[in-house]
């Protein structure tokens, strides 16, 4: 009513002009309700920041020396993403074979980058009717990557089962998971590299001290892992998908058998004991049924996150969990998990840790298997924990 009388004693010729006192503040709430909801998307209760969005799957993402974020998309586009100013930069983007769970997969930088600016990606391609995958190194410089070369070709592929992470141990070797194929019995066969974690040369030869002579194969009886990292002590991890049950987390040891499809987890079936017991196999240290579909993995150490010390972070897909996986002081086993995200922002495809340990998630929400509810690919640093 007071307005109502102020515009017949102010304005009793123009109505109208009632607009010019009201819009204003009206376009002043929209505005601001516009800025809270980007602030709430970019900085979800303070606890996580949108570093990058409009993505397409990205599966790999990495730490890189100049404090950047390296990152592949499944799509064929490798990229560097600066996570203080957000700027994406695209290195390169490939013609690969996108199909299913195919396409541009793990990427590794040579642990030496200053003197040998050396990034090694794998993807899936077609041949005639078939699905392959390949191991690929190419030259850094300019904010561009040039001069492929082709250090394994001709691996069996398929739409789902292709694995593929990729990381420089401390060794100097480059370690490549291999998934099965769609193929079971290829995890059991040293004459295929399919279901195998192998072990490279950075120039892409056969190191003379493999466990398999004159085979790149280090371990064999992998499902399809997608996560590999190594503690400072040396010790190599691993996430392993399982099928129906026994999602896997390994320590993966040199020329060690891991049981598919053979064995499902542990060996806890008569038929499974007599198997582990002639194939020198490596139980898991842990085990998920039913199965979350484990996918990248980091081991963290940092006092950033001083309750995680000791941990391997794990993402997964299915259930969209972020997990903690606290070690035992030799970091042999699991003593105890803790739940961070769950499903909070839909599938969860990989884990980043910085050299100061600040960490970073990969959202996977477009690869087919998504809630489009969820909205596109990002990845997301976590800055602390609620509770």
């Given at each position: 009513m007071e307005i109502h009388r102020l515009s017949k004693s102010i304005l009793p010729h123009k109505p109208f002009n009632l607009l010019l006192i009201v819009l204003p503040?009206?376009?002043?709430?929209?505005?601001?309700?516009?800025?809270?909801?980007?602030?709430?998307?970019?900085?979800?209760?303070?606890?996580?920041?949108?570093?990058?969005r409009g993505l397409e799957v990205p599966w790999e993402i990495l730490w890189g020396p100049d404090n950047c974020i390296w990152m592949t998309e499944r799509t064929g586009r490798i990229s560097r993403v600066n996570p203080e100013t957000k700027k994406i930069t695209v290195l390169l983007e490939i013609n690969v074979t996108n199909q299913g769970e195919s396409g541009l997969l793990g990427m590794a930088l040579h642990p030496d980058f200053q003197s040998n600016p050396y990034v090694y990606v794998s993807y899936n391609y077609t041949s005639g009717m078939a699905i392959r995958e390949r191991l690929v190194r190419y030259n850094y410089a300019n904010d561009k990557l040039t001069q492929p070369v082709t250090l394994i070709d001709n691996i069996p592929g398929n739409t789902y089962h292709d694995g593929s992470r990729l990381l420089f141990g401390p060794d100097g070797k480059l370690y490549m998971t291999m998934g099965d194929g769609g193929e079971m019995p290829r995890a059991q066969d040293l004459n295929s590299l399919n279901g195998k974690i192998l072990r490279i040369n950075d120039d892409g030869s056969i190191p003379t001290d493999n466990p398999f002579t004159g085979s790149y194969v280090y371990a064999l009886g992998s499902?399809?892992?997608?996560?590999?990292?190594?503690?400072?002590?040396?010790?190599?991890?691993?996430?392993?998908?399982?099928?129906?049950?026994?999602?896997?987390?390994?320590?993966?040891?040199?020329?060690?058998?891991?049981?598919?499809?053979?064995?499902?987890?542990?060996?806890?079936?008569?038929?499974?004991?007599?198997?582990?017991?002639?194939?020198?196999?490596?139980?898991?240290?842990?085990?998920?049924?039913?199965?979350?579909?484990?996918?990248?993995?980091?081991?963290?150490?940092?006092?950033?996150?001083?309750?995680?010390?000791?941990?391997?972070?794990?993402?997964?897909?299915?259930?969209?969990?972020?997990?903690?996986?606290?070690?035992?002081?030799?970091?042999?086993?699991?003593?105890?998990?803790?739940?961070?995200?769950?499903?909070?922002?839909?599938?969860?495809?990989?884990?980043?840790?910085?050299?100061?340990?600040?960490?970073?998630i990969s959202t996977s929400n477009k690869d087919g298997r998504g809630d489009p509810k969820t909205g596109d690919d990002k990845i997301i640093e976590i800055h602390r924990i609620n509770g």
């Open positions: 503040a009206f376009l002043l709430i929209a505005c601001n309700k516009r800025l809270e909801s980007q602030n709430n998307d970019n900085n979800q209760d303070k606890d996580t920041t949108v570093i990058a499902r399809n892992a997608q996560g590999l990292d190594f503690s400072p002590s040396g010790i190599l991890y691993s996430s392993e998908h399982g099928p129906e049950s026994d999602d896997e987390i390994n320590i993966i040891e040199r020329g060690r058998n891991y049981g598919w499809p053979d064995v499902k987890g542990k060996c806890d079936t008569p038929e499974e004991t007599a198997f582990c017991q002639s194939k020198n196999v490596r139980e898991p240290i842990y085990a998920y049924t039913p199965t979350l579909a484990l996918a990248g993995i980091a081991y963290y150490n940092s006092d950033k996150f001083p309750d995680w010390k000791n941990s391997l972070i794990v993402t997964s897909l299915k259930a969209g969990r972020l997990i903690i996986h606290h070690l035992s002081a030799d970091g042999m086993s699991v003593t105890k998990t803790t739940t961070i995200y769950d499903g909070d922002y839909g599938r969860l495809r990989d884990v980043c840790v910085s050299k100061d340990g600040r960490v970073f």
